[in-house]
């Protein structure tokens, strides 16, 4: 469903708050309404200039605001579109054209897949070749002044391949864009990470950070990040999981698998908040592909 918010639901939400009734209620009936939870939290967050954390299942609910959403707010209502499998009739394998890929894990909130056997073993083994001669400290993308620098937070190093830049690649380009229905202009260049040990990705979100004053400079190639596909290229032997701490869950490397979240909008109720908790022994080789909300050039 395509759900968008209104001036009209954007009042709702004032005069339920007005009226006492606390934001989760709020979201709460706008979840029985059939709006989609994250919409209707964007849309709380957005109205109250709150955050919130969407209730558990089952959560107690002290009192109820009206369900009188105007039919009028809801009907034009949409959400952004996404990359995302196409999982309906929840099917445990997918077609990734030149690849039958493994669903292994799902979550709702935040939005994320865990694939088995996204790449072969020899994909694995080709990347990390092709980019081990070009492995450099890894730096991050500063928001405050749109440019890049080293981070204690990421010890870890790495490289970029640019996009098609070689055969393995616009091989692999091609069965995310096919996997997440998301076309190939809108990635960015695979990066290739490689940890050794005691070297980690303290949590951060992947999007940018629209309060940051290089955020706009940053987002005029291609609009925000809307998703992050992490790739492990091998496995290494403790630590080194993929931590998303606000669900508690993290994502242990094997080689060929892949973590993947989506974030339709930047903000910290997406629950995307991740790390790349420290390796222990061993090294930890991914390749990450950030998808963008439009054609990045
Ligand atoms: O290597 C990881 O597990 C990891 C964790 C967090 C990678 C990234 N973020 C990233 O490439 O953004
Ligand atoms: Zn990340």
């Keep these: 469903m395509v759900q968008q918010v209104t001036p009209e639901l954007r009042r709702w939400i004032v005069a339920q708050s007005r009226a006492g009734f606390t934001p989760a209620s709020v979201l709460q009936a706008m979840t029985d309404a059939g709006w989609d939870e994250t919409v209707a939290l964007e849309a709380l967050e957005a109205t109250l200039q709150v955050q919130l954390t969407p209730q558990a299942p089952g959560g107690e609910r002290v009192h109820s605001p009206r369900s009188d959403l105007a039919e009028g707010a809801v009907a034009t209502a949409t959400s952004p579109r996404l990359p995302h499998p196409d999982l309906r009739g929840s ?34 083994e080709g990347l990390i070749d092709a ?13 405050q002044t749109g440019g890049e620098a080293l981070n204690a937070d990421r010890t870890s190093h790495g490289m970029f391949f640019r996009r098609g ?9 091609a069965r995310i864009a096919r996997l997440l229905n998301w076309p190939v202009s809108h990635g960015e260049g695979l990066q290739v990470l490689h940890y050794r040990p005691g070297a980690e990705y303290k949590p951060h979100y992947d999007y940018f950070d629209p309060r940051e004053p290089g955020t706009a400079n940053i987002t005029r190639r291609g609009g925000q990040r809307v998703g992050t596909l992490v790739m492990y290229l091998n496995e290494p032997e403790r630590g080194g999981g993929t931590t998303f701490p606000d669900v508690g869950l993290e994502v242990l490397p094997q080689r060929g698998h892949a973590v993947f979240f989506a974030y339709g909008q930047p903000l910290p109720s997406t629950q995307t908040l991740h790390g790349g908790a420290p390796v222990l022994a061993g090294d930890k080789w991914v390749a990450t592909k950030w998808l963008r909300e439009r054609e990045f050039t």
């Design 91 to 124: 099917p445990h394998r997918v077609d990734a054209g030149d690849r039958i890929v493994d669903v292994l894990v799902t979550l709702r909130r935040p939005q994320l897949v865990v694939f088995g056997n996204l790449l072969s073993a020899a994909e694995c």
């Design 165 to 173: 830049e070689i055969e393995l690649v616009s091989r692999l380009e």
């Design 131 to 143: 980019a081990r001669p070009r492995m450099s400290r890894s730096l991050t993308v500063e928001t």
